[in-house]
């Protein structure tokens, strides 16, 4: 089993920014991809950002690109996500996940995900 545990979430104003970590422990394979998404209040969960396991690829959702930065620290098991110029729709409760599937990317799924963190973002 892989447990994935996010930190970082909070609330704040329009323009700022905030860094979300997920600690991932357990039985992890080398090779996995992981990713952010997040879910809002009345919404579907969507894509935030993923990266493949060495970090050299990385993909994010048009609504973010060029605001959030996606990346990892193998030898800490732990995955980042960097979010600048925040804005109110950015709110949303946010998940880690972890692609079991040694070396593919983009992953055909994720398997394991974070119980998430809350990120408000005022106006």
């Known amino acids: 089993q892989v447990q994935l545990v996010e930190s970082g979430g909070g609330l704040v104003q329009a323009g700022g920014s905030l860094r979300l970590s997920c600690a991932a422990s357990g039985r992890t394979s080398s090779g996995y991809a992981m990713g952010w998404f997040r879910q809002a209040p009345g919404k579907e969960r969507e894509f935030v950002a993923s990266?493949?396991?060495?970090?050299?690829?990385?993909d994010y959702a048009d609504s973010v690109k060029g605001r959030f930065t996606i990346s990892r620290d193998n030898a800490r098991n732990t995955l980042y996500l960097e979010m600048f110029s925040l804005k109110p729709e950015d709110t949303a409760v946010y998940f880690c996940?972890?692609?079991?599937?040694?070396?593919?990317?983009?992953?055909?799924?994720?398997?394991?995900w974070g119980q998430g963190t809350q990120v408000t973002v005022s106006s």
């Open positions: 996940a972890l692609a079991n599937y040694p070396s593919e990317y983009p992953p055909p799924k994720y398997d394991y």
């Open positions: 990266i493949s396991y060495s970090g050299g690829i990385t």
